[in-house]
C-alpha cells in the first residue's frame, strides 16, 4: 500500500521529475506558492520541543522559519530545524491524509524523509517517504492565513502543495516579495487564461487601478498588451497588437490609431503629452511620429527587417534616444541597430534571439533576449555586464523582455513564462518581475498569480515612484 501511494503521488509529477540541488550546511527557507508565508515550527517557550507542529506564517528570517536538508540514501532528505536541531516528521508514521507535520528527535525512519519534486515553474513538492503525500497547507489554496497547519496529503499540483526552496544563506531575509516596495504601472501579452487583458497600476501593495480589452476585438483578431507608459498627466499609452491607444484615468480613450491590415503594433513611446512613437510591423516595417492633438503622422521612418513578409516577429521595441536617434531591437534580425532620423544605420550590435533594447544614460545599451538574458554593452560593442538565469538558483527564468535600469543602479527585469509554461496552471508560483542589483542580487521579486492581485503575464513594467502627475 505505502509503494502504491508513494507511485501515484510520483506520477502526478512525473513530467518534471528534477531532484532540487540543495546545498548541506545551508539554511532554507520553505515559501507556500500560493500564500508567499514562510512555513516555521510554531512558537512555544521550549522551541526544542519534541511534537510541535509546522505551520505557515508570515516571513520573519528567525531561526523558526530556517531549515537545513540533508542527504539520506535513495535521494531523500532529512529536513532539519535550525531552531531546535529536531527533524521534520509525519506524525505518528501515519498513512492518512491530514495528519500534521511536526518535529522530532531524528530515528531515520521514513515518515522523517522526504524527496523534492521540482515542477516547471521551478517550485517543489515536498513528498514523504513513508505516505507517499506531500506537504499542503491546510485549508486549500485559498488559505493566506497565519498559523496554518501544514498536513499532509495527496498530491494534486495545487499551489498550496507547491513551496519555493529559498536559500537564506544568500536573500539573507531582504523583503523580496514586498509589493508595496515600487509603485509601478505593470501589463504583460498573452495571458489567454482569461477573456479580458488587463494594463494595472499598483500602490502602496494593492491593484490601485486596472483597464482591461477582450482578447479578442470585435473582428475576432487576437489583442496582446505588451508595452505600456503613464504620461506625467496620468494619461497612460498602450499598444494592444492590432492598434495603440490612449486611456485617462477616468478610463476613457482619447486617441486611437488601428493597425494597417497584416501589420502589428507592439511598440509604443510617449514623447512628451501630444506626441508618440509607433513602430508597425509589416511590409514595410514604420517608425511613425504621430501628434495626438491633430492626430496627422508627422514624420515616417522605414525600418529594415529580417523577413518583411511575416510582421510578427519584427519588433518589440524600438526607442527614440535622448540623442534623437532610433533604437530599435530587430527580433527577426539578430541585432541591435542605431538610426539617424533619415533611416541611416549608425550603429549596431548583433545578438540573438533579442526581445528589447533601451538606451541608457551612461550612453550603453540595455538588452534583454533569450534564454534569460540581459546584456549591457558600450559604443565598442563590449559587454560591461551581464545577467542570466545562471545567476538565479532560487527560481526559474524564462524569457526576458520588459528592461530598465533605475537611478539606483538596480535593473528591473520582466520574466515571461507563457512560451516555456504551456499548461496555465503552472504559470501560477512563477516570478513575473525582478529586481537585480549591479553586483546581480535579487532585492525584489512580483509573484503574483491569485485574485484579487493576479497581475498575469510580465511584458512591461513602469516604475512610478518619481514620476509626479501634473494637474
Known amino acids: 500500500m505505502k509503494k502504491l501511494l508513494l507511485s501515484i503521488a510520483f506520477a502526478i509529477f512525473i513530467s518534471f521529475q528534477i531532484f532540487a ?19 516555521e515550527i510554531k512558537q512555544s517557550t521550549n522551541i526544542a520541543e519534541p511534537g510541535l507542529i509546522l505551520q505557515q506564517n508570515d516571513s520573519t528570517g528567525n531561526e523558526n522559519q530556517l531549515f537545513f536538508f540533508k542527504k539520506a540514501k535513495g535521494g531523500y532528505y532529512q529536513i532539519i530545524a535550525k531552531c531546535s536541531d529536531l527533524s521534520l516528521e509525519v506524525k505518528n508514521s501515519s498513512l492518512k491524509d491530514h495528519d500534521t507535520i511536526q518535529q522530532n528527535k531524528y530515528l531515520g525512519q521514513d515518515n522523517q524523509l522526504f524527496t ?10 515536498i513528498i514523504n517517504k513513508n505516505s507517499g503525500f506531500g506537504f499542503d497547507v491546510l ?17 494534486s499540483s ?31 501579452e498573452w495571458d489567454y487564461r482569461k477573456p479580458v487583458q488587463t494594463i494595472f497600476v499598483v500602490r502602496d501593495g494593492k491593484i490601485a487601478w486596472s483597464y482591461g480589452i477582450p482578447l479578442n476585438n470585435e473582428k475576432g483578431e487576437m489583442e496582446e498588451l505588451g508595452d505600456a507608459t503613464m504620461l506625467t498627466n496620468g494619461n497612460i499609452l498602450f499598444c494592444r497588437k492590432v492598434g495603440a491607444s490612449i486611456v485617462t484615468p477616468d478610463k476613457k ?11 502589428e503594433i507592439h511598440s509604443v513611446q510617449a514623447l512628451g503629452l501630444q506626441k508618440v512613437l509607433i513602430i508597425q510591423n509589416g511590409n514595410p516595417a514604420k517608425a ?35 540623442d534623437n536617434t532610433l533604437l530599435a531591437a530587430h527580433s527577426d534580425n539578430g541585432k541591435v541597430a542605431e538610426y539617424d532620423l533619415k533611416g541611416k544605420e549608425i550603429w549596431s550590435y548583433a545578438i540573438s534571439n533579442l526581445w528589447g533594447a533601451t538606451r541608457l544614460k551612461n550612453g550603453n545599451t540595455l538588452i534583454s533576449s533569450f534564454p534569460s538574458t540581459v546584456t549591457e554593452v558600450n559604443k565598442k560593442g563590449e559587454i560591461v555586464w551581464e545577467f542570466s538565469e545562471k545567476n538565479v538558483t532560487d527560481f526559474n527564468c524564462y524569457l526576458f523582455q520588459g528592461v530598465s535600469r533605475l537611478e539606483n ?9 507563457p512560451w516555456h509554461l504551456k499548461n496555465t496552471l503552472d504559470w501560477s508560483g512563477t516570478v513575473q518581475v525582478i529586481e537585480v542589483t549591479p553586483d546581480k542580487k535579487v532585492v525584489w521579486e512580483v509573484n503574483e498569480w491569485s485574485e484579487p492581485q493576479d497581475l498575469g503575464t510580465a511584458s512591461s513594467i513602469q516604475i512610478l515612484d518619481g514620476l509626479k502627475i501634473e494637474k
Open 409 to 417: 543602479g538596480n535593473t528591473i527585469i520582466c520574466n515571461w513564462c
Open 139 to 155: 485549508g486549500g489554496d485559498k488559505s493566506f492565513g497565519n498559523n496554518v497547519a501544514i498536513i499532509q496529503y495527496p498530491g
Open 288 to 322: 511613425m511620429f504621430i501628434n495626438t492633438k491633430t492626430n496627422k503622422i508627422e514624420k515616417t521612418i522605414i525600418l529594415p527587417t529580417g523577413n518583411p513578409k511575416s510582421s510578427h516577429m519584427q519588433f518589440r521595441r524600438v526607442r527614440l534616444t535622448p
Open 116 to 125: 523534492l519534486v521540482k515542477t516547471p515553474n521551478g517550485t517543489y513538492g
Open 21 to 39: 540541488q540543495i546545498k548541506e550546511g545551508r539554511s532554507y527557507m520553505i515559501i507556500a506558492s500560493h500564500s508567499k508565508k514562510a512555513l
Open 253 to 263: 480613450i482619447i486617441w486611437n490609431i488601428d493597425a494597417e491590415k497584416g501589420c
Open 158 to 188: 495545487h499551489t498550496n502543495q507547491l513551496f519555493r526552496i529559498v536559500d537564506f544563506d544568500k536573500v539573507q531575509n531582504t523583503p523580496i516579495v514586498d509589493l508595496s516596495k515600487h509603485s509601478f504601472l505593470y501589463t504583460g
